[in-house]
């Protein structure tokens, strides 16, 4: 009887075995992350905003980051925060915090390691897929780092194919 239950047991690993199927993904080139972040950047200085800019990968593992010359020394790290948040949730930032104003249960996703939930952080996306993220933090609100990241990925939509 160990010896059939042995013989079906093995059966059944060498038949989910043969049928794993290796996992295809796009991700954030590095390249486009370095056009993602100067578009930014540039989209924020013609508003007058001097932010920083940082694009992740779709694992939230930094691929850029660009500091304007007069950016805040602590948006760095708001910005790396914003594009991890935004990667690993699939979700603009602001809409997270809109969500939690309105489900204080919701509340608890700004203690998650790592999270910044305050708009500024937007997915990157092919398609469907979100392959990173774009996190800015310096300008006056988060809407309006929200809106030059957004102007940003208008600008390198083609590469986004």
Do not use: W
Request: glycine share 10%.
């Amino acid at each position: 009887m160990k010896r059939i239950l042995l013989a079906g047991a093995a059966a059944i690993v060498l038949t989910s075995a043969a049928s794993a199927q290796i996992l295809q993904e796009k991700n954030m080139p590095l390249d486009l992350a370095v056009n993602i972040a100067s578009e930014t950047i540039a989209a924020c200085s013609a508003d007058g905003y001097n932010v920083t800019v940082a694009v992740v990968d779709r694992a939230g593992v930094l691929r850029s980051l660009m500091r304007a010359d007069n950016a805040g020394t602590h948006t760095a790290e708001a910005a790396k925060a914003k594009a991890f948040t935004s990667a690993s949730s699939r979700t603009p930032t602001g809409v997270m915090a809109e969500n939690i104003q309105k489900n204080p249960a919701a509340a608890e996703l700004a203690n998650i390691p790592g999270f910044l939930v305050l708009g500024g952080g937007v997915p990157v996306k092919v398609g469907d897929e979100t392959i990173g993220a774009v996190g800015v933090a310096g300008a006056p609100g988060g809407h309006l780092d929200e809106a030059c990241a957004l102007v940003a990925l208008d600008k390198v939509k083609d590469q986004l194919k």
